[in-house]
């Protein structure tokens, strides 16, 4: 508040009431797990500014003159002169590395005015962000690995705003961090900022075990462990050294395509709460993603050959903000479940959508890839694909275009295909029909738009409405 | 055109009781006027290249295989400017182009986010401008060219007034 005629004038000024790190009783926080609502009272954003906690600085500091000796150290190890006049700097720099990250820390305030979120920041260069919370997309808790142990966790929030589009809170309490995430959204769905976070149910939780046996179970993982297996074996029966040239690869691969996974997607769960779904998972980097209802545009069902005998899935979903840019892949919903447990999340996704019932119409009865399509009054769902599977749900209320395409090949064989554009993600739903059925369903598809635009949403409206008049 | 028959000529017919509004034939000029541009390009090259490499009987022919490709290039800009129209309908946008690839996009106005105009220098010599349809989809892919600028300032006009009375959230 030192230089208050910097900011823009829409943005405000900061509430007059103390600024404040913490909250005044701060209340201890169960761990991971369902978290009743009563111990969390009203935190009102928009009478106090608030600061990022103070062991920001030292995590912060100290990560800097650790990358900094990280860098220098192997460059001068061996002369004992250097090494003394490095250790004489690093005091110097040390000091002035706290200082500009205590300085930085001492800039950044938060608070809430008039359903937006302002967020002043920057030592040189001051910014002073507003951010719409009507537009928000998801709200994320992040704890890594050793802000985690002191008890800290990062917040990032998504907005459909393309580039530039997250913000970040590093660090902030832990408590404070979950009541942050509770305020945002709630001022989101447009209730008052201080409303006690929302109850949750639990979903679905994927076991390690499955988890594993799923990632191991992919026919590109088989390959490489089989590659692996076979160069072990030539190794140890001529022990020539350039076999295990050829191992290094393969195991990087696996290491891409089986522990990363494991790290990123251990103890995945999925809880509901009427504030949206939450995703926990990670084993070192503890991430908490929330799904606002009414985001989803699409589900994207994945069913990889050699899961189809287990009938185990994996789900994404696209969601504006996420999804084009940083996280090209969307959101992962489920990395491994069973079809069951998908279905019942569909149904959380999208209200009334009891995919589960769609009856799929054979594109082509007999044909090797079981195509088909259906659609009840919520979504539209395509299958396709082989030996893999693919299913596609599009919420006939979230589709943007319909296309009909018939290239040269297609129509000598009187087909054409039908293309449901939804905002980039995974699922673009693509169906290959004869060419008189493909324009019934673009005629049916957009009429559906227009009946899902005109229903009743009682659960998810507040969620998709511009800010009211 | 024949390909795939009746059944596909009929399934990328407009709504009933509507037709196709074709864009201005100054498209096919427009298209000419690049094919030939190109065409110059290519025969002035290859005219070097065949007076070098081939005999004299050879350059004649490589000439002959050039104007004949100006040709099969003049005809299928008369056919391009010819496959693309547009409707509007009560609720949607409908567009449709192609010869050889046929396509068929319906646009509902809610889901319109934005629209714009662009026209260069031979466009706005020619008065036609190309009309793109924006939707949350980057797939979407919705454009009209060859539009008259006047009828393209009022389609604009007329389908963001439909955008915005239509439009729910996105």
Redesign the interface.
């Known amino acids: 508040m030192n230089r208050p005629e910097f900011l823009p004038p829409v943005t405000g000024h900061p509430p007059a009431g103390p600024v404040r790190t913490e909250e005044p009783e701060p209340v201890g926080m169960p761990p991971d797990g369902d978290r009743p609502a009563e111990d969390t009272p009203a935190v009102t954003f928009s009478e106090a500014a608030y600061r990022l906690h103070g062991a920001t600085v030292v995590l912060r500091g100290v990560g800097i003159i650790v990358v900094t000796i990280g860098i220098f150290l192997p460059l001068i190890h061996d002369e004992a002169f250097l090494i003394t006049g490095f250790t004489l700097l690093m005091f110097p720099y040390s000091g002035a590395v706290f200082g500009v990250a205590a300085l930085a820390w001492s800039r950044v305030r938060f608070w809430v005015h008039d359903e937006n979120l302002v967020y002043q920041s920057g030592v040189l260069r001051r910014a002073s962000r507003q951010i719409p919370l009507r537009r928000l997309q998801g709200v994320d808790v992040i704890r890594p690995l050793v802000p985690r142990m002191f008890g800290l966790a990062e917040v990032r929030i998504e907005l459909?705003a393309g580039d530039r589009s997250e913000l970040r809170f590093s660090y902030l309490a832990r408590p404070m961090a979950e009541r942050l995430r509770a305020a945002l959204l709630a001022y989101a769905a447009g209730l008052h900022g201080g409303t006690p976070e929302a109850t949750e149910r639990r979903v679905h939780r994927v076991r390690m075990r499955d988890l594993l046996a799923g990632l191991l179970l992919r026919v590109p993982v088989m390959a490489g462990l089989a590659l692996c297996l076979f160069l072990g074996l030539v190794w140890a029966m001529t022990k020539e050294s350039g076999v295990a040239g050829g191992l290094a690869p393969a195991m990087l691969v696996l290491g891409r395509e089986v522990g990363w996974p494991l790290v990123a997607w251990g103890r995945f769960t999925v809880s509901s709460s009427p504030d949206g779904l939450r995703l926990r998972s990670g084993l070192l980097v503890s991430r908490m993603r929330t799904v606002p209802p009414g985001r989803v545009?699409a589900v994207h069902i994945e069913q990889p050959v050699l899961w189809r005998a287990f009938g185990w899935v994996k789900v994404e979903v696209t969601v504006?903000g996420y999804g084009?840019g940083r996280d090209s892949a969307g959101v992962t919903l489920l990395p491994i479940a069973h079809r069951d447990v998908a279905y019942e999340l569909v149904d959380l996704v999208f209200p009334d959508a009891s995919l589960g019932t769609v009856e799929l119409v054979a594109v082509s009865p007999g044909r090797f890839d079981h195509g088909g399509s259906g659609a009840n009054d919520v979504v539209f769902v395509s299958r396709h694909g082989w030996p893999g599977r693919t299913i596609d749900v599009v919420a006939h209320e979230r589709a943007?275009?319909?296309?009909?395409?018939?290239?040269?090949w297609?129509?000598?064989r009187?087909r054409?295909t039908v293309?449901l554009?939804?905002?980039?993600g995974p699922g673009?739903a693509a169906l290959v029909l004869?060419?008189?059925q493909?324009?019934m369903l673009?005629?049916q598809q957009?009429a559906r738009?227009?009946l899902a635009?005109h229903r009743e949403r009682p659960h998810s409206s507040q969620w998709?409405?511009?800010p009211a008049p | 055109m024949g390909?795939?028959?009746e059944?596909?000529a009929?399934?990328?017919q407009p709504?009933p009781g509507l037709e196709w509004h074709s864009v201005s034939s100054r498209l096919g000029w427009y298209r000419k006027i690049q094919v030939v541009g190109f065409g110059v390009v290519v025969v002035v090259a290859g005219a070097a290249l065949a007076a070098r490499v081939l005999p004299a009987g050879g350059a004649l022919l490589a000439v002959c295989v050039l104007i004949a490709a100006l040709l099969v290039g003049w005809l299928v800009t008369e056919l391009n400017w010819r496959s693309w129209g547009y409707v509007e309908a009560s609720?949607?946008l409908l567009l449709t182009h192609g010869v050889?690839?046929?396509?068929?996009?319906?646009?509902?106005y809610?889901?319109l986010q934005f629209v714009d105009i662009t026209a260069n220098t031979v466009q706005q010599w020619l008065g036609i401008g190309t009309i793109r349809l924006y939707?949350?989809?980057?797939?979407?892919?919705?454009r009209i060219p060859g539009v008259p600028l006047a009828d393209a300032v009022s389609l604009r006009a007329r389908l963001a007034r439909a955008g915005v009375a239509?439009s729910?959230?996105?």
Request: aromatic share 4%; no cysteine; proline share 7%.
């Open positions: 459909a545009h504006t084009d943007q275009s319909v296309q009909l395409v018939a290239g040269p297609q129509r000598a009187g054409a293309y554009d939804t905002p980039s673009r004869p060419v008189r493909a324009r673009v005629e957009v738009g227009r635009e998709q409405d511009e | 390909i795939g028959g059944a596909t009929a399934a990328f709504p609720d949607e050889i690839w046929r396509r068929l996009i319906v646009v509902p809610r889901r939707t949350a989809a980057a797939t979407t892919q919705a239509r729910a959230g996105r």
